[in-house]
């Protein structure tokens, strides 16, 4: 109800920074043609506001987080298959990609008072260790 004035404010989903950093080590193994590689990636989002709404509420910024993930692999002949192991958000860094409003929330008993009725959408997929092999044809 009313108006609100957003000059200056980020619009949402929208940090001031973001990027990532990668690095590449790969080399021939000597044997039957084989290669491998090892990569690491660092990946950073600043604070953003992340709520379905673009209305200021301080309750719905995200601070600002880092992603850490690493990849071994080897390769056959040709780069014909591959093998790899992986590691993603290996600091388990804990965040939410989106919240919204939950209307009958404060009926539900479900709202924490002085505070908007909020639910994080989708939350950081944490720690995760993988394996993954590929064919090219």
Same mark, same amino acid.
């Given at each position: 109800?009313? !108006?609100?004035?957003?000059?200056? !404010?980020?619009?949402?989903?929208? +940090? ?36 379905? $709404?673009?209305?200021?509420? +301080? ?17 056959? +002949? ?12 290996? !600091? ?30 989708? $939350?950081?997929? +944490? ?8 064919? !090219?044809?």
């Amino acid at each position: 109800a009313g !108006t609100q004035d957003l000059r200056g !404010t980020r619009p949402t989903f929208t +940090p001031e920074w973001a990027g990532n950093f990668a690095v590449e080590f790969d080399g021939d193994l000597g044997w039957n043609g084989l290669t491998w590689a090892l990569r690491s990636d660092v990946s950073f989002t600043s604070e953003a506001n992340i709520g379905g $709404v673009n209305d200021n509420n +301080p309750d719905t910024l995200q601070d600002g987080y880092e992603l850490l993930s690493v990849r071994a692999s080897i390769f056959g +002949p040709q780069d014909r298959w591959s093998l790899s192991l992986f590691g993603r958000n290996l !600091t388990d860094e804990g965040y939410c990609t989106s919240f919204a409003y939950q209307p009958f929330a404060g009926l539900l008993g479900a709202q924490v008072p002085g505070h908007a009725a909020l639910r994080c959408n989708v $939350v950081a997929v +944490p720690r995760t260790f993988g394996a993954s092999f590929a064919i !090219t044809f």
